[in-house]
Structures are given as structure tokens and as C-alpha cells.
């Protein structure tokens, strides 16, 4: 499940930062690792090509929203710190 979730936050993030390029900045200052672990995996191995097929739109924003992630340097943040920390942020949100 947390996964899933992860996942989910990091294209909801990289869509929102295809037209807010601040969107990742303001993520980091409110330390939201669920959504920078996602966006970070998502920016590492690429966008499903078969989405060019079910969803053409979609798939050119978050093509588009990946090369402005790796053209402002967000690349150089660790991806395994930041599952770490998404999974400690997920598992503490679950035990309050």
C-alpha cells in the first residue's frame, strides 16, 4: 500500500509542478517526503510509454514536467533517503 501511495503523491506533485514550478520547492519546505520520494522514483525510470497511448495529454505534461525536474537539479536528491523518510512519514501518519 505504501507504495501505492507514494506513487500517487509524486504524480499528483510532478503534474502540479508542471505548471507551478515552485510546487517542488514548497514541498521540500514543508518536508513532504511521501510526494518528493514519488516524483524523485517516477523522474528515475522514466513515464510508462504505454501511457502515450491511454492518455497522450498526460503523458506529454509529466514528460515535460520530468525534463524541468532534471533542468533545475531536483535530480541530485537522494531517492533512497527519500523512500526512507516517506516510509517513516507514512507508517508515523498511520500510528496517530
Known amino acids: 500500500m ?15 509542478f508542471a505548471t507551478d514550478p515552485l510546487a517542488i520547492p514548497r514541498a521540500i519546505k ?14 528515475s525510470r522514466e513515464v510508462s510509454p504505454s501511457m502515450a497511448l491511454l492518455h497522450p495529454a498526460r503523458f506529454r505534461v509529466m514528460r515535460r514536467a520530468i525534463s524541468d525536474y532534471y533542468v533545475r537539479g531536483y535530480a541530485l536528491l537522494d531517492k533512497d533517503v527519500l523512500k526512507r523518510r516517506a516510509l517513516a512519514q507514512i ?4 500510528q496517530s
Open 2 to 16: 505504501s507504495d501505492r501511495e507514494i506513487k500517487a503523491a509524486g504524480e499528483a506533485l510532478l503534474l502540479k
Open 30 to 43: 514543508a518536508k513532504d517526503f511521501v510526494s518528493l520520494a514519488g516524483i524523485a522514483d517516477i523522474a
Open 91 to 94: 507508517a508515523k501518519g498511520k
